[in-house]
């Protein structure tokens, strides 16, 4: 389960970072452009909604794998550890269930005829090509429900990555120690505590 966590997670950053990341360059290559040169590329602004589309849908993804969607937990505090997990794979099961159904129908969109004769504006894309956005983040989030369905099921906390402080991720994914960074924000005068006071 481990590996197919690590995978996924890499697909959903590569291809959200990736999205954000051109329709950022896009942007600042246009504006640039068309201050100093004079140069208007007339395709920019379309290609940037779309690219911001396709991020959108995977950083949904992203947000269901660090448990920030928003959500509503009344009853988790009257229930002991067992209902929690109880409570914890209902949930997972209905989103699973949600996510397959939508998912469904967002992939017979693409082969609608509206979908494959109609061409963007600017780009002359098929619309379907923008509109896979929809059916590729439901189904990267159906994937990630169901590892988090599984997890809850085994009574494996899903979410325990979510409450790792940020330091802590970025300093493993670096190959550094949280301890060897707080030291050094210490001795630089960065250390966010000291700035609170």
Known sequence: MQRFDRVLTRIENVLAASALGLATIIAIVAVLLRYLFGIFLFWSEEAIIYLIIYSTFLGAVITLRHNEHVNVDVFGAFLKARGKRAFAVLA??????????????????????????????SLKLPLWVVEAAVP??????????????????????????????????????????????????????????????
Do not use: H, K, Q
Not at 97 to 109: M, P, S
Not at 161 to 188: H, Q, W
């Open 92 to 121: 997972a099961a209905i989103t699973v269930v949600y996510l397959v159904c939508i998912g469904f129908f967002a992939w017979l969109l693409l082969f609608e005829p509206f979908s494959t004769s109609t061409i963007t504006p």
């Open 136 to 197: 590729i983040g439901l189904t990267l989030m159906l994937l990630r429900a169901l590892e988090i369905l599984v997890r809850n099921a085994r009574g494996v906390d899903a979410f325990a990555e979510a409450r790792r402080s940020l330091l802590e991720i970025e300093a493993e994914a670096s190959g550094t120690d949280v301890r060897d960074v707080e030291r050094t924000r210490r001795e630089i005068g960065d250390d966010p505590e000291e700035n609170d006071r």
